[in-house]
C-alpha cells in the first residue's frame, strides 16, 4: 500500500511541476487582447500589488458597483481570492485561459448558488436507454451550429435555471431536426411550471431558480404536450411568477428521452445523429474561463451544471499546438460575454470535470407548421 501511496504522490507530484512548467511558457496573446487578463495569468507579483487597479477595471467593464464601503471592500477580497484562483486554474488548465470574468466578485458558493443549478434527481419513468448507435462513420468534426440547430446564446441571470435553458436547447435542436425550423422555446415556462418530482423525495424536484433536472424537465414537457416559444413566455429570471403556460401556443413537442451510456463514441454518435444533448457538468473550472480548450489535470466529477453539447472538434488545440486533441464544444447559458461568444470547449477522452456522466437526447414530435 504505502509504495502505491507513493508512486501516486510522485505522479501528482510531478503532474503539477509539469503543469506549473507549461503553464510559465504559455503565452495568450492569441486567446485575448485584454491586458489586464494577460497580466493576471502571467505576472504573480503584479496581480497582488495591482489588485485594487485590476478591482477598478473589472467594475468598469462588467458595470458592478456596490451599495456600501463595507460592501466594495468585501467584494475587493473576494476579487482578490479569485484572481488568486484563476492563477491556480491557469497552472492546473494550461490549454485553456483563464482570468477575470463576470463571476469575480462572487465567492464560488455565491456562485454555485446564483448561476448554475443543476440538481442530481432520479430518472423519471419514461426515460429509454438510448439503443447502440453505429460510430464507424462518424465525421471528425461536426458543429450543429454549422447546420442552423442552435438558437443564439441567452443568459440565466442570477437564477439557478441551468436546466431550463439545456432542456429548451436540447428541444430547440430536436424540433429543427424534426420539422426544418429553429424556434427559439421558453424556458420561463420551465421556471414557473415544471415542478416534476423524483417520487420518493418530495423535496427535491425542479424548482426554478432553486435547480432542477433535463430529464425531468423533458418528463415535465412530455405530460404538460410541449413548450411554447420564447416570444410568447418570455424569460424573466424571476419564479416568483405563477405558471402561465397556454396549451394553444405550443410551439415544440418531446416524441421520447433518453439518456446516452457513459461512452464517448455513443455520445458523439447520438449528438449527429439526433441533435445538441443535454449534459450535466462540474463547472469550477468556468468561473475563471476566457477562452481555449479546458483540460484540467484535476476537476471533480460531482455535477453542479446543465449545459448543451453541440459539437466537437481537434483543430487549434491552443496555445501549446504539439499536437490536435478532441474536444467538446458546449453552449452555456450566461449570455454572448462569457468564454468564447458563450462558448465552452472542454478535452474529450477522459470524462473531465464529469462532462460525459450524466447525458441525454430528446426527439420532437413533427408538429404541422401552423
Ligand atoms: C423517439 O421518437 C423518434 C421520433 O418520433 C423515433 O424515431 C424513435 O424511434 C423514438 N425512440 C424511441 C426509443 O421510442
Redesign the pocket.
Known amino acids: 500500500m504505502g509504495r502505491v501511496f507513493r508512486s501516486l504522490f510522485i505522479f501528482l507530484l510531478s503532474s503539477l511541476i509539469f503543469a506549473a512548467a507549461i503553464a510559465s511558457l504559455v503565452s495568450p496573446d492569441d486567446e485575448s487582447e485584454d491586458p489586464l487578463i494577460r497580466q493576471v495569468v502571467s505576472d504573480d507579483d503584479d496581480l497582488l500589488l495591482n489588485a485594487e487597479h485590476h478591482f477598478n477595471n473589472f467594475k468598469r467593464k462588467f458595470g458592478k458597483s456596490y451599495a456600501t464601503p463595507e460592501e466594495h471592500a468585501y467584494r475587493l477580497g473576494v476579487f482578490k481570492a479569485n484572481l488568486r484562483r484563476a492563477r491556480r486554474h491557469q497552472k492546473l488548465d494550461p490549454s485553456a485561459v483563464h482570468g477575470v470574468t463576470q463571476f469575480s466578485d462572487l465567492t464560488p458558493a455565491e456562485f454555485r448558488r446564483s448561476y448554475l443549478g443543476l440538481k442530481p434527481l432520479k430518472l423519471p419513468v419514461d426515460a429509454?436507454n438510448?439503443?447502440i448507435l453505429p460510430t464507424n462513420d462518424l465525421p471528425t468534426d461536426f458543429d450543429w451550429r454549422d447546420h442552423g440547430a442552435i438558437a443564439a446564446v441567452k443568459n440565466q441571470g442570477s437564477c439557478g435555471s441551468c436546466w431550463s435553458f439545456s432542456t429548451s436547447g436540447a428541444l430547440e435542436g430536436a424540433n429543427f431536426l424534426?420539422t426544418g425550423k429553429l424556434v427559439s422555446l421558453s424556458e420561463q415556462q420551465l421556471v414557473d411550471c415544471d415542478h416534476e418530482c423524483d417520487p420518493e423525495e418530495p423535496d427535491s424536484c425542479d424548482s426554478g431558480c432553486n435547480g432542477g433536472l433535463m430529464t425531468s424537465a423533458f418528463e415535465y414537457t412530455l405530460k404538460a404536450g410541449g413548450l411554447m416559444r420564447e416570444e410568447d413566455y418570455p424569460y424573466t429570471g424571476t419564479d416568483r411568477g405563477t405558471c402561465k403556460f397556454d396549451k394553444t401556443k405550443i410551439a415544440a413537442s418531446v416524441?421520447?428521452?433518453?439518456v446516452v451510456s457513459l461512452d464517448e463514441d455513443q455520445i458523439a454518435a447520438n449528438l449527429v445523429k439526433n441533435g445538441p444533448l443535454a449534459v450535466g457538468i462540474n463547472a469550477v473550472f468556468m468561473q475563471t474561463y476566457i477562452g481555449g480548450v479546458s483540460c484540467p489535470y484535476i476537476c471533480s466529477k460531482r455535477l453542479d451544471h446543465g449545459v448543451l453539447l453541440v459539437g466537437y472538434g481537434s483543430e487549434g488545440y491552443a496555445p501549446i499546438r504539439l499536437k490536435d486533441k478532441p474536444y467538446w464544444i458546449i453552449k452555456n447559458s450566461w449570455g454572448e460575454g462569457w468564454g468564447e461568444n458563450g462558448y465552452y470547449k472542454i478535452c474529450r477522452g477522459r470524462n473531465v470535470c464529469g462532462v460525459d456522466s450524466m447525458v441525454s437526447t430528446v426527439?420532437?414530435?413533427?408538429i404541422s407548421p401552423r
Open positions: 429509454h438510448a439503443p424534426a416524441a421520447n428521452f433518453s426527439a420532437a414530435v413533427n
